[in-house]
């Protein structure tokens, strides 16, 4: 025992000098923590004044710092991860979730799969009805906006959802209502998630990945040639065509197959996970004609630039309709420039507004309501509106907005409405 103890404390002092010596010296090229965080400003005696130190916000400010330098850290992160995950199955990747089988997901697409997100009947037929309202006014300038629904994970691999989200009992989802109202509606969609559902069980590879998030890079084609078509056939224009050969089959996980993977910052890779990797290859013999507006979310990453600028003679990306691509990750990011949006929307021969699953609580990032207002300029939308957005589009305030209407077992809805007055009246009083 005795033993023991000696070897653990000299294993401990080991470590701590090893983290020293790399500290100073940067002898191992220590692995890069993916993810999203906020990495502090190296520790600095510069910011010692007597009054920082008597009130020990130096002691604090730079022991905070000194934390994110420590030699080492890196390696004993993914180590301290692979260890939790080798042995226990747990993950330290906030927002995501380990599933049978090694699945990877995003938690939210479980919550909007299993309907814990669904924002209500009134809400969804609002948000339908004035972008009904928005695609006949753009038709009468000859411009088609055509709506997308894009697959979710969660609802392509239900069968590998941990059986503690219960997603055997679905409730009224955000996904089926909107498809059941917008084919009643009479707006152009296409139901993208519908597609790979028929093609899942014949596809020679998969079309969601085991650690992506996003359709896999071999589904891409498949989305983009229905996309393509659905786009001919509301223009009345050719796009150009592509083909997928050679495919290259891998079971190394590349690019977004693996973009859950890489943030759980293990120190070996994942196990092998079945994937095909197509080449696409453009036929110049038809030429680009289009100008197009994409109004989407990440999973359009996957096509602007390897088929959007091939297929369209001009093509803006307004990324979650807030920010402009390809900067939209800039800090600060340049945000798109809504003044008069009517005039904007009419420069373009084609609107595509593409959500996915994961997304569908957002209701399209108020694209709906601006989109609308900009065509009726006399109506005065009601500012509480205008709040109820802001917390569904704000993803840590409607997960708790979720909690609090599941605590209380009521309406999601209701409670975001009355929350959304209570923050305006509060917002109005300290004016």
């Known amino acids: ?166 997603p055997e009992k679905r409730t009224q989802t955000n996904y089926d209502y909107m498809v059941k109202r917008s084919q009643e509606s009479g707006l152009n969609l296409l139901d993208l998630n519908s597609y790979f559902l028929q093609l899942k069980e014949t596809s020679h590879y998969p079309l969601f990945p085991k650690y992506g998030m996003h359709w896999s890079l071999y589904g891409v084609p498949f989305a983009v040639d229905t996309l393509a078509k659905a786009i001919e056939e509301a223009t009345g224009t050719l796009l150009p065509k ?6 290259i089959a891998s079971t190394t996980p590349r690019g977004t197959d693996n973009d859950i993977g890489e943030l759980l910052n293990l120190l070996c890779p994942l196990k092998p996970a079945p994937g095909a990797y197509p080449t696409i290859t453009f036929d110049p013999s038809v030429p680009r004609s289009l100008s197009a507006l994409v109004i989407a979310d990440s999973y359009y990453i996957n096509i602007v630039e390897t088929y959007g600028r091939k297929l369209f003679q001009s093509q803006d990306y307004w990324y979650y309709n807030k920010k402009i691509y390809p900067s939209q990750n800039q800090d600060p990011p340049p945000y798109v420039d809504k003044t008069n949006l009517r005039e904007k929307l009419k420069k373009y021969q084609i609107i595509l507004l593409m959500s996915s699953e994961i997304n569908l609580h957002c209701g399209f990032w108020n694209f709906a309501d601006e989109a609308f207002m900009a065509f009726h300029p006399e109506i005065q939308d009601s500012p509480v509106n205008g ?30 409405r009355e929350d959304a007055i209570y923050s305006y009246g509060q917002s109005k009083k300290n004016q």
Request: net charge negative; glycine share 6%; proline share 5%.
């Open 387 to 416: 709040v109820e957005n802001d917390i569904r589009n704000d993803r840590d305030w409607f997960r708790f907005m979720v909690k609090k209407a599941q605590a209380q077992n009521r309406p999601l809805n209701e409670l975001i």
């Open 1 to 166: 025992m005795r033993i023991a103890k000696v070897s653990l404390l000299l294993l401990m002092l080991l470590t701590l000098a090893a983290s020293a010596l790399q500290s100073v010296l940067g002898l191992l090229k220590e692995p890069d923590l993916k993810g999203y965080f906020h990495k502090n400003a190296p520790p600095s005696l510069n910011s010692f004044t007597r009054e920082g130190w008597l009130n020990s916000t130096f002691q604090h400010d730079y022991s905070t710092n000194l934390t994110d330098y420590v030699g080492l850290r890196n390696l004993l992160i993914s180590v301290s991860n692979q260890v939790d995950y080798s042995l226990f199955g747990i993950i330290h990747a906030a927002g995501f979730i380990l599933g049978k089988e090694g699945y990877l997901f995003e938690e939210d697409y479980i919550h909007e799969y299993t309907g814990e997100f669904f924002i209500g009947k009134p809400v969804i037929d609002e948000k339908l009805a004035r972008l009904k309202n928005v695609t006949d006014s753009l038709k009468a300038y000859g411009i088609p906006l055509l709506l997308v629904f894009e697959p979710g994970k969660a609802s392509f691999y239900p069968e590998f959802i941990p059986d503690r989200f219960h």
């Open 242 to 247: 592509f083909t997928t050969d050679p495919l």
